[in-house]
């Protein structure tokens, strides 16, 4: 099993910034990619940005240019710095683990972004 905690969530403004954290522990090992998906109301939910184990990343093309997503080893801990804010960005995101060899995804319990003014 793997546990993932969520942070960083809130209320921004049109053009902000907010940086959202997710702690992973449990059996971490493997080759994995970790991520974050987000699902706005009355829509799918969708993948925002992953890291791999080998540091690869991917993005969204919605938010290509204004989210940068890191991870620190040491802490389990993947990170989503999230620039230039629109209300479009409003949505729960959710922290993702996947662990390729079995395809099993595990999920944090979601944050709340809201850009509004």
């Known amino acids: 099993q793997v546990q993932l905690v969520e942070s960083g969530g809130g209320l921004v403004q049109p053009g902000g910034s907010l940086r959202l954290s997710c702690a992973a522990s449990?059996?971490?090992?493997?080759?994995?990619?970790m991520g974050w998906y987000r699902q706005a109301p009355g829509k799918q939910r969708e993948l925002v940005a992953t890291?791999?184990?080998?540091?690869?990343?991917n993005y969204a093309d919605a938010v290509k240019g204004r989210f940068t997503i890191s991870r620190d080893n040491a802490k389990n801990t993947v990170y989503l710095q999230m620039n230039s804010l629109k209300p479009e960005d409003t949505a729960v995101y959710y922290c993702?683990?996947?662990?390729?060899?079995?395809?099993?995804?595990?999920w944090g319990q979601g944050t709340q972004v809201t850009v509004s003014s």
């Open positions: 449990g059996n971490i090992f493997g080759i994995y990619a």
């Open positions: 993702n683990y996947f662990r390729f060899n079995t395809a099993t995804h595990y």
């Open positions: 890291i791999t184990s080998g540091g690869t990343t």
